[in-house]
């Protein structure tokens, strides 16, 4: 079935509801669900979120209802994003991925903003202090964005011999900088030369793959970005057929085919934002909620995606995996 049939069945179903149910489900709270990539790619991070919801007795569809935007790389759509969300009442907004988190400290004040990201929020301006928030801003901080350096030291480890690594970014990314630099401080330790390439659509990640295999790089490293990590589908078959060998932060990029990740676990991540936008629905205010860090890192490797490129894995980084796909 094709999506818009899928989306006209959907729509039909809601329309034929009971007018009982659908004025029960009026009067329960809203949360809003704002995210800079793709529900394609984050499906195993929304039923954490819904578990976290469940553990402070809230059940969508049954006690809370949640609205859903997602700006599918279009990072300049999200501020019209979270408008939509706030006129449909949203009591608390949950702002996954940076872009989503600087829409909302645009947006509002006062509306509570449960975030999930990779950065410092002390350092943005979005609290006063991890332990005492003190505004309308408080959330789970993982650790992705500052693994990407490590990704490189990972992939070298697999062909030392390299003496070119090609790094993917979107230069609309909020964290781009920052990965740029860190990226340059892992080059002088390393002693590799790295390959910077952009992608912020579709077709410019295609069209880095044979970038990759002209520049004779050894291997690829994909940047931490919400649109980059939601097309894990595509990044997984498109190193598989110009074989490239290539690390993600995500999971579901090896199982989707491709050799290896290493990143924050993000489901452990979104289950505490869960969490959060249940206690704070029930009365607490996010000034008061200190700031948590998720420290889940997982390390995932397919074998069955490196006999494909010829490569072994060195026995040290396989006792090291979290998981190995065979």
Not at 40 to 68: F, M, N
Not at 111 to 134: K, M, T, Y
Not at 221 to 241: M, N, P, Q, W, Y
Request: hydrophobic fraction near 45%.
């Amino acid at each position: 079935m094709r999506r818009r049939e899928f989306i006209t069945l959907i729509g039909g179903a809601v329309t034929g509801w009971p007018i009982a149910a659908r004025a029960q489900q009026s009067t329960m709270p809203v949360i809003g669900f704002l995210h800079a990539g793709s529900a394609d790619g984050y499906a195993r991070e929304l039923v954490a979120v819904r578990q976290g919801l469940s553990e402070t007795g809230y059940i969508e569809g049954q006690s809370v209802a949640i609205e859903y935007r997602w700006a599918d790389g279009h990072y300049e759509q999200l501020p019209d994003l979270l408008a939509d969300l706030l006129r449909h009442n949203a009591a608390v907004v949950v702002a996954a991925t940076l872009a989503s988190v600087a829409a909302a400290k645009q947006a509002s004040a006062t509306i509570p903003i449960v975030f999930e990201l990779g950065v410092d929020p002390v350092r943005l301006g979005l609290v006063a202090s991890l332990n005492r928030p003190g505004g309308n801003f408080t959330g789970i901080v993982n650790l992705s964005n500052t693994l990407v350096p490590k990704r490189v030291e990972l992939i070298h480890q697999i062909l030392p011999n390299a003496v070119s690594i090609a790094l993917l970014l979107n230069p609309n990314g909020q964290n781009f900088k920052t990965q740029m630099d860190d990226l340059l401080a892992a080059q002088k330790s390393l002693g590799v030369q790295i390959e910077f390439l952009h992608a912020r659509t579709a077709s410019e990640i295609e069209a880095a793959f044979p970038k990759v295999v002209e520049q004779r790089a050894g291997s690829l490293v994909i940047g931490a970005d919400a649109f980059l990590t939601s097309k894990h589908d595509e990044l997984a078959a498109l190193a598989a057929r110009y074989g490239v060998p290539t690390i993600h932060e995500s999971r579901a990029f090896v199982t989707a085919g491709g050799l290896m990740s290493y990143g924050a676990d993000l489901t452990d991540a979104y289950h505490l934002a869960g969490i959060y936008a249940g206690r704070v629905l029930k009365g607490e205010k996010p000034a008061d909620l200190p700031v948590q860090q998720s420290t889940k890192i997982e390390l995932v490797i397919n074998l069955k995606a490196a006999k494909a490129l010829g490569l072994a894995f060195p026995l040290p980084l396989l006792g090291r995996a979290d998981e190995v796909i065979e």
